[in-house]
């Protein structure tokens, strides 16, 4: 019903930047949210940073003030700029969408597949 499709992973040295994009599609009638969250191994998936459709935003501390999560103008898709990265930034980024679709009564979590980010030291 919902498709979200992340792009822009990749390597990168430390200090470096990296933006990554996610466009949701499919059957939708309202995105109430959309976010990042990274998943590192061996570690649980962590929230990153979220942007609401009044375009309110909340970050992870360890990555505010770094990263910046924005919207297209299209609402459908939304930016992960990240910058100054680090080595513990490494993970794979999955994109979430907090969506309605057209024959859902209640919004409901959607996911990307991932994209890896790594920061070489």
């Known amino acids: 019903q919902v498709q979200l499709v992340e792009s822009g992973g990749g390597l990168v040295q430390a200090g470096g930047s990296l933006r990554l994009s996610c466009a949701a599609s499919g059957s939708i009638f309202r995105i109430n949210a959309m976010g990042w969250y990274r998943q590192a191994p061996g570690k649980q998936r962590e929230f990153v940073a979220r942007?609401?459709?009044?375009?309110?935003?909340d970050y992870a501390d360890s990555v505010k003030g770094r990263f910046t999560i924005s919207r297209g103008n299209a609402k459908n898709t939304v930016y992960l700029q990240m910058n100054s990265l680090r080595p513990e930034d490494t993970a794979v980024y999955y994109c979430s969408g907090y969506v309605r679709t057209f024959s859902g009564d209640v919004p409901r979590d959607y996911w990307g597949q991932g994209t890896q980010v790594t920061v070489s030291s």
């Open positions: 942007i609401s459709s009044d375009g309110s935003t």
